[in-house]
């Protein structure tokens, strides 16, 4: 089984830009998809996207397009989620997740997540 771990998250302003890493352990990051997901107090847990276990196919919902960007290194064992532009509304834990599906969209597709990193965006 592989175990995940997100840091990264802190609080920032308005137009501020954040890096969070997903660091993974047990196995090796490359046999899965890994996930973004991120929920704000009161709110259902939402998905962000995903990148495939080689890298080649990145998704994201429509509301973070051009302004949040997956990567991954599976040398390292870690996925990052980029997010430039921050805004209020982006304020939320963050977590990342594995399938084993090669193109999971829902919460239910993932099979291991990580224990969250808080994201704070003033204004």
């Known amino acids: 089984q592989v175990q995940l771990v997100e840091s990264g998250g802190g609080l920032v302003k308005v137009g501020d830009s954040l890096r969070l890493s997903c660091a993974a352990s047990?196995?090796?990051?490359?046999?899965?998809?890994i996930g973004w997901f991120r929920q704000a107090p009161g709110k259902e847990r939402e998905f962000v996207g995903f990148?495939?276990?080689?890298?080649?196919?990145?998704d994201y919902e429509d509301f973070v397009k051009g302004r949040f960007t997956i990567s991954r290194d599976n040398s390292e064992n870690t996925a990052y989620l980029t997010m430039n532009s921050l805004k209020p509304e982006d304020t939320a834990v963050y977590y990342c997740a594995a399938s084993g599906i090669l193109l999971p969209r829902t919460r239910s597709s993932y099979e291991t997540w990580g224990q969250g990193t808080q994201v704070t965006v003033s204004s």
């Open positions: 047990g196995r090796t990051l490359d046999r899965y998809t």
């Open positions: 990148i495939t276990g080689n890298g080649c196919i990145i």
